[in-house]
């Protein structure tokens, strides 16, 4: 039961990407809630008329693309005039890491 911006229903109010809800309605339909949640809109949900939780999505952490780091590192290369060494100790720890590592298991997330 989602209504227009600005418009008021039952215990819903949404208004400027910002839903308030109470905390019965948003037992009814949490999933829905979650998926709003997801897709950028804030949830506010009252606890007799006063905000208690707001739900949003979590901020995505900030990462580096692989290709981007290697670009990086070319380009320091190029700066220097010659291609840094890595540690062989390093070197070695770092393939046994490669090399052992297991995919990420990203089913329990949904």
């Given at each position: 039961m989602w209504v227009p911006h600005g418009e008021m229903n039952g215990h819903i109010i949404v208004n400027m990407g910002t839903i308030r809800i109470s905390e019965?309605?948003?037992?009814?339909?949490?999933?829905?809630?979650?998926?709003?949640?997801?897709?950028?809109?804030e949830i506010v949900i009252e606890r007799e008329a006063a905000p208690a939780v707001v739900?949003?999505?979590?901020?995505?952490?900030?990462?580096?693309?692989?290709?981007?780091?290697?670009?990086?590192?070319?380009?320091?290369?190029?700066?220097?005039?010659?291609?840094?060494?890595m540690d062989p100790e390093f070197a070695a720890d770092l393939e046994e890491i490669i090399r052992n590592r297991k995919p990420r298991d990203t089913s329990v997330w949904d």
């Amino acid at each position: 039961m989602w209504v227009p911006h600005g418009e008021m229903n039952g215990h819903i109010i949404v208004n400027m990407g910002t839903i308030r809800i109470s905390e019965a309605e948003a037992a009814r339909d949490f999933a829905g809630l979650l998926a709003r949640a997801r897709a950028g809109e804030e949830i506010v949900i009252e606890r007799e008329a006063a905000p208690a939780v707001v739900l949003r999505a979590a901020a995505q952490p900030r990462g580096r693309l692989l290709s981007e780091s290697i670009a990086l590192a070319e380009a320091h290369a190029k700066e220097l005039g010659y291609e840094p060494r890595m540690d062989p100790e390093f070197a070695a720890d770092l393939e046994e890491i490669i090399r052992n590592r297991k995919p990420r298991d990203t089913s329990v997330w949904d």
